[in-house]
C-alpha cells in the first residue's frame, strides 16, 4: 500500500459514517476495475455509501470494492488507493480532500495546481460564464365583458396579475 493509503482509508470511512460520497479516480490506473465503457476515463466520479443496495462496501489495506448500478446493470467496482485522488462528501459539503500527488496530469494542467517548497496548493477553476437570467412579465388575462352602463353598485375587484417565466 502506498504512504497515502492509511490516510485516504481513514477519511474514507469518516465520511461514509456520515452518508453518501463521491470518489475522483483515474480508471486507466492498474487494478482499477471498472465497467468497460469507463476505463479510459481519467476523471471517473463514482458515488459510495453503506445503503446501497447490495450493502457489499469493503474499504481495506488495498483500496475499495463495491456493486454498484451503471445504466441499471450490476457492477462489482475494485479501487486501489493509488488511483483514488480526491473524496467528497454529499452531506457535509466542507469535507474534500484532494491528492494532487495521484491526480492524472490531465487534470494537473486543468486545474491549474501549483507548487510550493513544501505543501501543493490547488488554486479554484476559473468562474462560470455568465448566464442569462429568467425574465419575468404580466402577461394579460382573458377580457372580461364591457362593464354594465350606469353607477355600478360594488366597486370591482381587482384583478390579479399572471407570471409566465420566459427564457
Do not use: C
Amino acid at each position: 500500500m502506498d504512504k497515502k493509503g492509511p490516510d485516504k482509508k481513514e477519511r474514507l470511512l469518516a465520511a461514509l459514517e456520515q452518508g453518501m460520497v463521491m470518489i475522483h479516480l483515474d480508471a486507466r490506473r492498474p487494478g482499477v476495475l471498472v465497467p468497460q465503457h469507463l476505463r479510459d476515463e481519467p476523471h471517473l466520479r463514482l458515488n459510495l455509501s453503506y445503503r446501497f443496495d447490495p450493502p457489499d462496501l469493503s474499504v481495506s489495506e488495498w483500496g475499495v470494492r463495491s456493486t454498484l448500478s451503471f445504466s441499471g446493470t450490476r457492477f462489482t467496482i475494485a479501487v486501489p488507493w493509488s488511483a483514488l485522488f480526491a473524496i467528497a462528501s454529499h452531506v457535509t459539503k466542507e469535507l474534500f480532500w484532494m491528492y494532487p500527488d495521484d491526480m492524472p496530469a490531465e487534470l494537473l494542467q486543468q486545474t491549474q495546481v501549483t507548487t510550493k517548497v513544501s505543501t501543493q496548493e490547488v488554486l479554484p477553476p476559473p468562474a462560470p460564464e455568465a448566464r442569462p437570467r429568467a425574465v419575468l412579465r404580466e402577461v394579460p388575462g382573458e377580457k372580461e365583458a364591457e362593464p354594465p352602463e350606469g353607477p355600478p353598485d360594488d366597486p370591482p375587484a381587482p384583478r390579479r396579475g399572471h407570471l409566465r417565466l420566459v427564457k
